[in-house]
């Protein structure tokens, strides 16, 4: 595939995406107390809003308050006021190859819908490329890219011996960025991915208590 990630693609619902990068899903844990969105999640999307990509799509968002991915997580439920998620809504819409580059291409020969990857993206092999990681880094990359600046966002990778253990601290460096943007100021190239992790984890034990009083509140 050679068209530009900057050429604007036209969707199956007559939609138009102004260029073929998206920023891909990302559970952000930054909900407001009442599993609501609040001014992080604004400052965060308003980031990406302004950072050039084509098509922001959300972490999880989860219907249900019992069955949620972490204790951050926003939760539209019966009776959620609905003004913080309306509020949300306006911001607007690599060292590893695709982990499923040749695979998506199959798909896009015979699919009639465009096809988006994501994972470790480096070059555009469908019509949508969609990236996470790089995008906590640099949420700007896309309109840097676009003016033609040959920068790479730096790449959190952990490499512990114990890989479930670097698992965690990795995913710990790219929400500790997530909550650096979120704050307002530029995340750093590089953070102590032990520190974060420990950070991380003690948030998490927060928001988790946090996170009963509410579910016990509601019964
Ligand atoms: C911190 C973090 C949170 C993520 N949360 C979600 C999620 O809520 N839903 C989802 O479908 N994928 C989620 N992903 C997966 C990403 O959307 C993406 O597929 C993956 O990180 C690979 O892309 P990358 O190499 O550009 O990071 C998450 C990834 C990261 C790093």
């Known amino acids: 595939m050679t068209t530009s990630l ?20 990302m ?4 909900a407001d107390a009442g599993q609501l969105p609040g001014a992080a999640l604004w400052r965060l999307y308003e980031a990406w809003g302004a950072g050039g ?16 991915t972490g204790p951050g997580g926003v939760v539209p439920e019966r009776g959620t006021p609905l003004e913080p998620f309306r509020r949300s809504a306006d911001g607007r819409t690599l060292a590893r190859e695709a982990y499923f580059l040749s695979f998506a ?5 015979v699919s ?8 470790g993206i480096r070059r555009q092999a469908v019509a949508v490329v969609a990236m996470a990681s790089a995008l906590a ?9 676009r003016d033609g600046q040959a920068v790479d966002a730096p790449l959190a990778v952990v490499g512990w011996r114990d890989k479930a253990v670097a698992g965690l601290a990795t995913m710990a ?6 909550r650096v943007i979120a ?4 995340p750093r190239r590089s953070y102590s991915p032990l520190y974060s992790l420990v950070i991380d984890q003690l948030r998490t034990c927060k928001l988790t208590a946090r996170y009963r009083q509410w579910r016990q509140a509601r019964g």
Do not use: H, S, Y
């Open 53 to 68: 990509a084509g098509l922001l799509i959300t972490g999880n968002v989860m219907i249900d308050g019992r069955a949620l």
């Open 137 to 145: 880094c640099m949420p700007d990359l896309p309109k840097r890219w």
């Open 6 to 25: 900057f050429a604007p693609l036209t969707l199956p619902n007559g939609g138009t995406l102004p260029n073929r990068i998206a920023k891909a899903a």
């Open 173 to 178: 460096l790219v929400k500790r960025r997530l």
């Open 27 to 30: 559970e952000e844990n930054l």
């Open 183 to 186: 704050a307002g100021r530029r």
């Open 112 to 119: 009639r819908m465009p096809v988006m990857t994501t994972g």
């Open 105 to 109: 291409q199959e798909i896009a020969a």
